[in-house]
């Protein structure tokens, strides 16, 4: 892959051992640093050190001829020359690329190779997606498993799955309004917004005649109960559990 054709965003630093570049990822920000010239400001300090003392022993000279002569303390400056600064890009730009749509210099973790653009350009755009959440779903799942909470998990899961179930059955035994306001079985007036209830269906048990009011078994004789599709007042359509009918359009009742 070749070099971007341009530098990336960078600020220069200094910790103390001489002045170095980090470099910036123009989509998530990731910082790439350079390495300082220890090696040249360990000599100029020795050399500070040696020619600074001999001139101050100097009448008439002084710490300002000895600054001129051995040159600025590479630990307190904070730039970098034109070609220190190439030195400093030629040290990280391996790691950036740049994308021939939006023209941003992004690190490699945020360009696609494979197609030659940055992730957000890139035509592989929704498979690079859907790859990065299953690979967050497995790093997910391998936490919990070493930490022995992968079990947790399943359980939780199961039980909302049964807590789901109950409260859609619970609503199934309620009185309904167009709106989908619910209460108790046998309200005729919706106590939210005054329309007429519909009531829910309370189909006896075909083995032993108790009301099941919606259950899937009957809660007398355990028998299963087998309910005919619900079917279009209109056309016949079987409604599958849509609240319009997809043949007429009618509203189910």
């Known amino acids: 892959m070749a070099a971007p054709s341009q530098m990336a965003r960078y600020d220069v630093r200094n910790d103390g051992v001489g002045p170095y570049a980090i470099f910036y990822c123009d989509r998530c920000g990731r910082e790439y640093r ?3 010239d220890v090696t040249s400001t360990v000599a100029k300090d020795i050399g500070r050190q040696a020619v600074s003392g001999f001139l101050r022993n100097i009448p008439l000279v002084g710490g300002a001829i000895a600054e001129n002569v051995v040159g600025q303390d590479p630990r307190y400056i904070y730039s970098l020359t034109p070609p220190q600064l190439q030195a400093a890009w030629n040290q990280v730009k391996d790691r950036f690329r740049e994308c021939p749509t939006c ?4 690190c490699v973790s945020d360009f696609d190779d494979q197609s030659g653009f940055c992730q957000d350009d890139s035509p592989r755009k929704n498979e690079i997606a859907e790859s ?3 690979q967050a779903g497995k790093m997910v799942k ?3 498993a070493a930490f022995g909470l992968d079990q947790a998990f399943k359980q939780a899961g199961d039980s909302l799955k049964v807590a ?8 199934n ?3 309904r309004c167009p709106d989908g306001h619910l209460a108790k079985p046998g309200t005729k007036f919706c106590p939210e917004c005054g329309q007429t209830m519909a009531q829910p269906v ?3 048990c075909p083995k032993c005649g108790t009301p099941t009011l919606g259950a899937k078994f009957c809660p007398n004789c355990g028998n299963k109960m087998e309910s005919a599709p619900a079917k279009c007042a209109a056309c016949g359509t079987e409604l599958g559990g849509a609240k319009f009918c997809p043949e007429c359009g009618s ?3």
């Open 34 to 36: 350079s390495q300082p």
């Open 103 to 106: 023209a941003q210099i992004v």
């Open 132 to 134: 990065q959440a299953e």
């Open 142 to 144: 391998g936490f919990a």
């Open 164 to 171: 789901s179930s109950a409260a859609q059955q619970a609503a």
């Open 173 to 175: 035994q309620m009185a």
């Open 202 to 204: 309370s189909a006896a």
């Open 251 to 253: 509203k189910a009742g």
